[in-house]
């Protein structure tokens, strides 16, 4: 486990083993309330804060948790901070919380948060913890905010309420309807495996 | 109180809302057990099952525990949602120890799949009561079944199909979920 400096607890979620993009964990938010910019980035902060809270959390009160009821502990740890970021996202920001709707209190079942506690949190001291937390969660954000961009930019035609085109635009409408944000990803993952084999086969003429 | 007619909310939960392909609940499974049709019915199978059970504990935990203290709602539900699979994973393995091999791993994963704290989440926002919780149940288990076979039927034939390789993998899974998804979109006007 010591294998690792710190920086590169910090950076590995953000691009490498970004949660998203690359290892798949945390689709349903990803998928569902990303059809605006603003809403991907609510998303985002709501998921960032819970992530960053209990990583830290768990992470300080790891020696005390028996093994046995390790998950239903960080299940419940996350729960709690799930409820915190209900209420205040209720009180500073009530349109945001309105259109996100359910799928606030559905960050409780995002794979990746529980996925973070049971792989890192649970062995790691607390200021790696949250280097690890803080990394993942501009992951996220990353791929979110790619995701809710290009669904705005091409469902609406625009990007935080502004137009971007003239008003001869015709949207794309399925863009921001369910389907498309199983296209969109599908397509930014595709994009990604081209890239990847292109640096590969790049390497491999250096070599 | 909800008053919608429980025919609306058994189809609206199956097909035109479908929790899969509109809602995008249960994608962990969707993604990695749609690859065989008989694995894919058997996981479907199982979540009609559990959210069914969980729909009922949702409705008696809102009505008489929970009607002054709605700050508690995401901790009851998923404590309520843990033990119930647990339970249920207790009770297979005890009368039908086949069918527990069989489903293997997908059932204690279910306590993180996120269609079924959705489903009590959802319930409770809408004021369903109880006969309206059970159809809803039952009605969004069933599309998640259908939309479960419908994936790994296409998978299974595009296994024989010639793919570029750079397609292989997630990003065609995807792909087709799109269109799946679109397909279902022609359903929107029907309620």
Same mark, same amino acid.
């Given at each position: ?10 950076? +590995? ?24 910019? #603003? ?27 028996? #093994?046995?009821? +390790? ?12 409820? $915190? ?12 919380? #309105? ?6 209190? $559905? ?8 996925? +973070? ?5 649970? +062995? ?27 669904? =705005? ?5 625009? $990007? ?9 635009? =015709? ?18 993952? $595709? ?7 292109? #640096? ?8 | ?34 690859? /065989?049709?008989?694995?894919?019915? /058997? ?14 504990? *949702? ?13 508690? /709602?995401? @901790?009851?539900?998923? @404590? !309520? ?5 647990? @339970? ?7 009368? *039908?120890? !086949?069918?527990? /091999? ?13 269609? @079924? ?44 199909s010639d793919i570029p390789a750079i397609a292989k993998g997630t990003g065609l899974t995807l792909i087709i979920a799109g269109s799946l998804s679109l397909a279902f979109m022609g359903f929107a006007g029907l309620l």
């Open positions: 486990m010591r294998t690792t400096t710190p920086s590169q607890d910090f950076v +590995r979620g953000i691009w490498k083993e970004n949660p998203v993009l690359i290892q798949m964990l945390g689709l349903c938010p990803a998928l569902a309330v990303t059809n605006t910019l #603003k809403n991907a980035l609510a998303m985002s902060a709501a998921t960032f804060f819970v992530l960053t809270c209990s990583s830290v959390l768990i992470s300080s009160v790891k020696s005390l948790i028996p #093994k046995e009821v +390790r998950i239903s502990s960080y299940i419940l740890v996350i729960a709690t901070f799930v409820t $915190l970021a209900d209420m205040l996202l209720q009180a500073y920001a009530p349109v945001q919380h #309105k259109e996100l709707g359910a799928f606030i209190a $559905l960050i409780v079942v995002n794979c990746m948060i529980l996925g +973070r506690q049971e792989a890192f949190s649970s +062995r790691n001291t607390v200021y790696r913890s949250l280097l690890d937390a803080i990394g993942v969660g501009i992951g996220f954000t990353i791929a979110l905010v790619m995701m809710g961009g290009f669904r =705005e930019i091409l469902g609406i035609g625009t $990007l935080f309420d502004i137009p971007l085109f003239g008003p001869n635009f =015709e949207p794309w409408v399925v863009m921001v309807l369910p389907a498309g944000g199983f296209l969109m990803l599908g397509f930014i993952i $595709l994009g990604l495996g081209v890239f990847e084999q292109r #640096k590969k086969s790049r390497e491999a003429a250096a070599a | 109180m909800n008053d919608q007619t429980l025919f609306s909310i058994f189809f609206s939960a199956m097909v035109v809302n479908n929790f899969t392909l509109a809602l995008f609940l249960g994608l962990c499974p969707f993604m990695g057990v749609s690859a /065989r049709v008989e694995t894919a019915l /058997r996981m479907g199978l199982a979540n009609i099952f559990v959210l069914t059970l969980t729909s009922l504990a *949702a409705w008696f935990l809102n009505t008489y525990v929970l009607e002054n203290a709605p700050y508690l /709602r995401i @901790i009851s539900f998923i @404590i !309520v949602v843990a033990s119930l699979v647990q @339970i249920v994973e207790m009770v297979v393995k005890k009368i *039908a120890p !086949v069918l527990f /091999r069989q489903l293997g791993i997908f059932l204690p994963l279910m306590t993180t799949n996120c269609a @079924i704290f959705g489903l009590a989440i959802f319930q409770t926002n809408r004021g369903y009561d109880f006969l309206q919780g059970i159809v809803f149940a039952i009605g969004a288990g069933l599309g998640l079944t259908l939309a479960l076979v419908l994936m790994a039927s296409i998978r299974e034939t595009s296994e024989l």
